[in-house]
């Protein structure tokens, strides 16, 4: 574990760039976009402090603040690829949080604006692993909103989605670790939209395939356990 006060010693190290952050764009007017992107970036590491403490609003609140920011300079540098990399991280991170709200449509529409930056970035980098990654999450997740629902047919065209895409990076890379425990939990998804419609051996087949990666890396990696 972490070393007693390590985590509140970064808490008020961020803290205290936010504040710094936004006392020099005080000063200096708001015209400065890398200020202003830094000053996102500090939103964002904060919001994640935040999580690991189990603090859901003061995350929401942080994400939220980082989201403005990153907009507000992409729109004047609309061809900044990290920063729209950026974006679709902070945009992720909010709609699950607005998911666990009970705010289904918000966290439904900032997951599909972060799937639509990701793909974005991926059209550029085709190959890259993280993108793959990255898009592949955004459907896996949509796939979840519409399993709430009860809507099958719109669950397993978002969960197909996200299996070609692991599948892809484990074609590239077969020890890929969040691939496979993307693709196995795609699977378990995948399991209870067909079991919407007592399609029982279709979902106990895909169960036992996601159990199968699970215990892989369970035996590869074993502090994988407790996944």
Known sequence: GDIPGVELLRRQLDE????????????QGDGNPQLRRSLARAYFRVGQIHIGAGESEAAYLAYEKAVGLQEEVLSQA??????VGE???????????????????????LQQRSLKLRTLRLD??????????????????????????RDRESALEQLQQAEQLWERVLGQSPKNVEAKLGLAVTLNRTAMAWGFDQQRTQAIQLDQEAATILESLVAEYPLVNGF
């Open 124 to 149: 550029g980098s085709p190959n890259d692993e993280v993108q793959l990654c990255g898009v592949a999450g955004c459907y896996n997740r949509i796939g979840l909103y519409y399993i709430g629902r």
């Open 78 to 83: 609309t061809n900044d690829t990290v920063l």
């Open 87 to 109: 974006l679709a991280t902070s945009l992720f991170s909010l709609s699950s949080l607005a998911f666990e709200r009970g705010n289904e449509t918000a966290g439904l529409e």
């Open 16 to 27: 205290t760039s936010l504040e710094y952050y936004e006392a020099f764009i005080r000063e």
